[in-house]
């Protein structure tokens, strides 16, 4: 164990997860609507933005702006990817989730 | 394709949006809403869309503001961790610079403390805007009084005649008192006689006591807390009495709390007016009382003034015609004569009132411009020096800078980060400046003569304004190195062409010259004001002050008096004693109109200084006569004789004075006696040096109010237990008092002493300032010049050119301070000594011994960081290529 745990929010999670299972750099308009679709809730563009800035901040995720497009009379446009600390945060968070899970079962098998 | 217009989001939830977005990723945000926004006008039409984006913008404000909040903060403590630890880095430095500002924080709390207190005298009162003084301003043949007092029958008068008088009080001030509780006896000289109204004008708690019947009763007393249990313990003395100066007992009816430092009066004993036969008196024409009045609520105080003068007129012409036989307007016309009431507000009166009968020693307003100016100049100083090394080292730390700026930091980052840190600095200079001030606040209280106390200062008023004031400070101070160092192209960096700073560099100078002009010329402002104590104590006065025991209360001794003279002077140890209650020294003020070679019309009366003296007085004095002679047992005549000064020869125009005479008034009848001048003594100094030398006026008349007692000997106590022993002889129980003139010639002039000790003071402050600045900067040359001293000693310098060079510039300054300070000081100081109608010439000594000083100083502080640098070794400096 290195340092003190970086303690994410629920909401910091779920957009991290998201990120993630993305693959490949994405968009802030492209992670909300994963997110609405996946939790069925309507989330708002500064829900969203919020965690993902964050994260963006304290390095679970890194971002570039891109090359003003063609279309959209020429805007740039800003990319998320995740980084392997962010990566290797959700393993970590998974894995505690697990141990404690087979605790529970371990109590469910034994009665 | 739907109409335009529609298509636009709304714009009051759009202007909602537009104020709380994060600015780092605005574009990006407004370009995801407005997207969102167009695709929902297409799918759901522009109802809906419109709809969304209000529900959007109202979910979302408080979101993103509570963001920016959070945003804004964690970036503020980043800079506060890079600050502190920059500070450690450069650890020397930053104490320096904290220090400096701290010390130039500390001066002004204080003094922020002094002028807080100055201002706040009387307003304890709760009617205290409401309160006024009615001073005197008077007129008689030619000579102008002005007086904190006025007669007896004004208050009732004023309150009978004008509705907007509420309430009136008068106090008697007459002198000092002898107090008796059995064995314990003291004098007390914080007396006063006042009205039973006391309690309705001024709010002093009585602890013991109902204030409405207090005061009523002729000899009865009330008397502070402290004095209370000086007399009485623990005991509460109502009912019990007191006995007045060996012949009355007066009653004690209350004990009030004591009277707060910050007052213009302060008794420890009141006794009731009533006891004061004088009070009674129906006289218009003698000016006894200090009077003060209570107006109504929104009454005007100067439309009361207008109604004095009609009122003045209508008392005072029943007297004015008895004794200058023409009606009261008339004496007015002819110039002769005349009088005038005026009020003063109560809250002014501690700082403007500079009149006769004052009911304690003022201040004066001009010292509380004088400390807040002092105040200003060593913070200005302070900030100056922060600026100066603030700009100085963060050319040093130009490497960072260029690393920084050469991948992208922005600007505005740049600059909030030198802001952060210089406010860091301000901050950390504020805490060290209260303790500073804390520790400091005992020697200040005993210099200024006061009380302050620390904790006045945690109000939320002036604890908001220190707050904003070191902010501010921080700011401006941080604002400059801030923009300068940003504003560096990156490039002359990696060069070797290192910031020289020579545009700047004028400035720089300037505020270092500015810096040491004003110690330099505290500097001499001090060496001025301990010349000018020097020269007054060593001023020939025309008497001889050393060696003179002055014995008081001899009034006591009653009949007793001579007997007890003659006693004293058969001691080997007493040169000779004269009774008389006037001394040279200050205080001894009896001022009587004096009448040259019997003419006895107005336009002859002058005003002029009466003593009445016996026949040891010159004697003993060590006075002078130049002309005639003294008076003398020989000469029965002598009691209608008197002895005159020089000045009063000059007054009078007198060539030959030994044939004149003159005469004075001896009753209130106009009875008048003639005296022949049989002698003139040598002018001597009883006022302080401040005042010209008055006519004077000296009389053979018994007045055994003190004894002056000429000793010569060695064993001073002895002396001093020979005569106490006497007085216990002849006077049993009675208070022994005694004094030194030369001590009482000295209390003249405290005011020059505390002076002389409050320039040292800030003038030493000055100077620690300005030399921490000095050090401050002597190591960033130092730092700058390594290279070029590095190749210089490579080419053959040896170490003590080196020396010179690096001194060669302050030196320079140095001058410059000088030219500059020299003429600033010798006006200042010019000014201040035409106060004094004695006073010793400015020679040019005084200021070279302040350059002297101010090189020395500065040099001994550079010296080390010189001679350092021209040690090093040109292999080290010529190193980092």
């Known amino acids: 164990m290195d340092g003190p745990m970086k303690f994410l929010t629920r909401q910091e999670e779920l957009v991290l997860l998201t990120v993630h299972t993305i693959n490949r750099e994405t968009t802030l308009k492209e992670i909300r609507r994963l997110l609405i679709e996946h939790t069925g809730k309507e989330w708002s563009i500064s829900s969203v933005y919020v965690p993902l800035d964050r994260l963006d901040v304290n390095g679970l995720l890194e971002s570039r702006i891109g090359q003003p497009s063609s279309t959209r009379g020429g805007k740039a446009k800003k990319y998320y990817s995740i980084t392997e600390e962010g990566k290797s945060a959700l393993v970590e968070l998974r894995e505690l989730a697990d141990s404690l899970w087979k605790r529970i079962d371990g109590f469910a098998i034994n009665g | ?881």
């Not at chain 2, 010019?830 to 004695?838: G, M």
Request: charged share 20%; net charge neutral; with cysteine.
């Open chain 2, 1 to 881: 394709m739907a109409d335009r217009k529609e298509l636009h989001p709304p714009r009051f939830a759009h202007w909602m949006l537009l104020s709380v977005i994060p600015l780092k990723d605005r574009g990006f945000l407004l370009d995801d809403f407005r997207d969102v926004f167009d695709e929902m006008s297409e799918s759901d039409g522009s109802r809906a869309a419109q709809l969304w984006y209000w529900r959007q913008a109202i979910k979302t404000v408080p979101e993103f503001f509570m963001y920016s909040i959070y945003l804004g903060i964690t970036m503020l403590g980043n800079y506060i961790k890079i600050a502190f630890r920059n500070m450690k880095r450069q650890k020397v430095y930053s104490f320096i610079n904290i220090m400096g500002l701290a010390v130039g924080m500390a001066c002004c709390l204080l003094i922020l403390l002094f002028v807080q207190d100055e201002l706040s005298y009387d307003r304890y009162n709760e009617h205290a805007d409401r309160i006024y003084r009615i001073a005197g301003d008077f007129n008689m043949g030619g000579q102008n009084f002005n007086t904190a007092t006025i007669c007896a029958p004004a208050a009732e008068a004023v309150k009978a005649e004008f509705p907007e008088i509420v309430e009136t009080v008068r106090f008697r001030a007459d002198g000092s008192y002898i107090l008796r509780n059995g064995d314990i006896s003291f004098r007390e000289s914080r007396v006063v006689y006042a009205d039973s109204t006391f309690f309705k004008l001024f709010t002093i708690p009585l602890l013991e006591g109902d204030p409405s019947t207090a005061l009523h009763a002729p000899n009865t007393m009330i008397i502070s807390e402290s004095t209370s249990e000086k007399y009485f313990g623990n005991q509460n003395p109502v009912g019990k009495s007191l006995r007045i100066d060996n012949s009355d007992d007066f009653a004690v009816t209350g004990v009030y709390r004591d009277i707060p430092g910050n007052s213009h009066f302060n008794f420890d004993v009141i006794f009731s007016m009533a006891s004061r036969a004088e009070s009674r008196q129906t006289t218009w024409l003698s000016n006894n009382f200090n009077t003060y009045i209570l107006l109504r609520e929104n009454a005007d105080p100067a439309e009361l003034e207008t109604k004095f003068p009609a009122l003045l007129r209508k008392n005072m012409n029943a007297e004015v015609e008895r004794f200058f036989g023409i009606s009261y307007e008339a004496l007015e016309k002819a110039g002769k004569g005349s009088a005038t009431y005026y009020l003063q507000p109560l809250t002014d009166i501690h700082l403007n009132s500079d009149l006769i009968a004052e009911l304690g020693v003022n201040s004066d307003i001009k010292y509380v411009y004088i400390f807040t100016a002092i105040a200003l100049f060593i913070l200005v100083i302070a900030c100056i020096n922060f600026v100066n090394l603030s700009t100085a080292r963060s050319a040093g730390r130009a490497t960072e800078v260029g690393v920084r700026k050469a991948i992208g930091s922005f600007r505005k980052q740049l600059v909030s980060q030198f802001l952060t840190e210089s406010l860091v600095v301000s901050f950390a200079a504020l805490v060290i400046a209260v303790f500073i001030t804390l520790a400091v606040l005992p020697y200040f209280n005993a210099l200024s003569g006061k009380t302050l106390m620390f904790t006045s200062l945690l109000n939320p008023g002036t604890m908001l304004f220190v707050i904003v004031v070191s902010v501010s400070a921080g700011l401006l101070a941080g604002l400059y190195p801030a923009l300068y160092i940003s504003a560096i192209c990156p490039v002359n960096i990696f060069s070797e062409k290192r910031i020289s700073g020579k545009g700047n560099g004028l400035l720089r100078s300037g505020l270092v010259v500015f810096q040491l002009t004003t110690s330099i010329v505290l500097v001499i402002s001090t060496i001025v004001v301990y010349n000018q104590l020097g020269f007054i104590q060593n001023k020939k006065i025309g008497f001889n002050k050393e060696q003179v025991l002055v014995l008081g209360n001899t009034y006591l001794l009653d009949t007793q008096v001579q007997t007890f003279k003659d006693i004293i002077s058969n001691n080997p140890g007493v040169v000779s004693a004269t009774v008389s209650g006037y001394l040279p020294a200050q205080g001894s003020h009896n001022s009587s109109a004096v009448f040259p070679d019997g003419k006895l019309d107005d336009a002859s009366a002058t005003s002029m200084n009466c003593w009445s003296v016996d026949n040891d007085y010159i004697k003993t004095m060590g006075m002078n006569i130049v002309l005639g002679r003294d008076f003398s047992r020989d000469f029965l005549t002598d009691s209608s004789n008197v002895i005159i000064n020089q000045a009063a020869v000059k007054q009078f125009g007198w060539d030959k004075p030994l044939e004149r005479k003159l005469s004075k008034a001896i009753n209130n009848r106009g009875g008048m006696r003639s005296y022949d001048v049989i002698g003139v003594v040598e002018d001597f100094h009883f006022e302080s040096l401040r005042n010209n030398i008055e006519p004077l006026v000296l009389f053979l008349e018994p007045n055994n109010i003190k004894i002056s007692v000429r000793i010569q000997t060695d064993d001073i106590a002895g002396i001093i237990g020979f005569i106490r022993g006497e007085w216990n002889k002849l006077a049993p129980g009675q208070p022994f008092e005694y004094s030194f003139l030369d001590d009482r010639f000295n209390n003249m002039y405290q005011a020059e002493r505390k002076l002389g000790s409050i320039f040292s003071v800030f003038a030493a402050l000055a100077i620690f300032i300005g030399c921490l600045g000095l050090l401050g900067l002597a190591s960033y040359m130092a730092e700058l010049k390594t290279k070029e001293i590095g190749i210089r000693k490579t080419l053959g310098a040896s170490d003590s050119v080196i020396m010179m060079m690096l001194t060669r510039e302050f030196v320079k300054w140095i001058t410059v301070a000088n030219i500059i300070a020299w003429p600033v000081g010798w006006y200042i100081m010019d000014r201040w000594l035409q106060n004094y109608a004695y006073r010793y010439e400015m020679g040019i000594g005084i200021f070279l011994l302040s350059g002297l000083i101010a090189l020395t100083v500065a040099l001994v502080t550079i010296s080390y960081q010189a001679l350092k640098a021209s040690r090093a070794k040109p292999v080290d400096s010529l190193r980092y290529q």
